[in-house]
C-alpha cells in the first residue's frame, strides 16, 4: 500500500495558481492517484484522478510524471472558497485488486488570503 | 438525493457504553468504509467492507466492530466506548467499476466523556 507525504499546509492570496505535490515513493502499477478536497464539518470530496502526464477538468489539473512517484495537483486562480484541505489518495483501480485498503495521509490545509 | 447519511450527527457517550454509528447508502455501491478523523492525524481508515458479507481490518481497528449484512448498511460499533475514542467518524462507499472515488457522508461527531 503506498504511503502518501504532503506539505501539511500551505498559504496562498486570491487570484494566485496553487500547487501541492504530493510523494508516493511505493505507488503500484496498478495504483490510481486521487484527489479530495474536505471543507469543515463536511466528508471528502472528489477533486480529480489520474494515472499518468496530465489530466484536467473544470476544477484543477493533475501533473504526474514518469516514473509516478509523485504528483501534483494545481488549482488555478484560487478564491477564498478554495481554503479546505486537500488529500492525495493512492489506491488499487478496482476494490479487488488489495483488499479495498485506502489509506490517506495527513492532508494539506490549503489557506487563500484576500 | 443519492448518498451516504450517517446517524446520528452528533452524540456525546459516557465510558464504557456502548454505541453503533449508522451509516446507510443509496447508490448500490459495493465497497463500504468507516474513517475517523482527529485534528492533526487526517484520516484513519478503521474497518472496510469490499462486498455485502465481507468485512476487512484497516489501520485502527481495535475497540470497533463492522458488520455487513446487505448492500446499502454498514454499521459501526463501539461495545465499550473510552474517551480516545472521541472523533470525528466518516462512513464512504464506493463502486466496484473501475477508478470508483469515494463518496463520503457527513460525519458523526462523538465525544466520550
Known amino acids: 500500500l503506498a504511503k502518501t507525504t504532503q506539505p501539511i499546509s500551505m498559504d496562498s492570496y486570491e487570484g494566485q495558481e496553487v500547487n501541492i505535490t504530493c510523494s508516493h515513493n511505493?505507488?503500484?502499477?496498478?495504483?490510481?492517484i486521487t484527489w479530495y478536497q474536505q471543507f469543515p464539518s463536511q466528508g471528502p470530496r472528489f477533486i480529480i484522478q489520474?494515472?499518468?502526464t496530465k489530466v484536467t477538468n473544470e476544477v484543477a489539473s493533475l501533473f504526474i510524471p514518469a516514473d509516478r512517484k509523485s504528483s501534483t495537483l494545481s488549482l488555478p486562480r484560487v478564491s477564498l472558497s478554495d481554503t479546505a484541505v486537500y488529500y492525495c489518495?493512492?489506491?488499487?483501480?478496482?476494490?479487488?485488486?488489495?483488499?479495498?485498503?485506502?489509506?490517506f495521509g495527513q492532508g494539506t490545509e490549503l489557506s487563500v488570503k484576500p | 438525493i443519492a448518498g451516504i447519511t450517517q446517524a446520528p450527527t452528533s452524540q456525546i457517550l459516557a465510558a464504557g457504553r456502548r454505541m453503533t454509528l449508522r451509516c446507510t447508502q443509496d447508490?448500490?455501491?459495493?465497497?463500504m468504509y468507516w474513517y475517523r478523523q482527529d485534528l492533526g492525524l487526517g484520516l484513519r481508515l478503521i474497518h472496510y467492507?469490499?462486498?455485502?458479507?465481507?468485512?476487512g481490518k484497516g489501520e485502527v481497528p481495535d475497540g470497533y466492530s463492522v458488520s455487513r449484512a446487505n448492500t446499502d448498511d454498514f454499521p459501526l460499533t463501539l461495545a465499550s466506548a473510552v474517551p480516545s475514542q472521541t472523533s470525528v467518524y466518516f462512513c464512504?462507499?464506493?463502486?466496484?467499476?473501475?477508478?470508483?472515488?469515494?463518496?463520503f457522508g457527513n460525519g458523526t461527531r462523538l465525544t466520550v466523556t
Open positions: 489520474g494515472y499518468k
Open positions: 447508490m448500490r455501491h459495493n465497497a
Open positions: 464512504a462507499s464506493r463502486d466496484s467499476s473501475y477508478n470508483s472515488p469515494l463518496h
Open positions: 467492507s469490499n462486498t455485502a458479507g465481507t468485512t
Open positions: 511505493n505507488i503500484a502499477t496498478n495504483d490510481y
Open positions: 489518495l493512492v489506491g488499487a483501480t478496482t476494490i479487488y485488486n488489495q483488499g479495498g485498503k485506502l489509506i
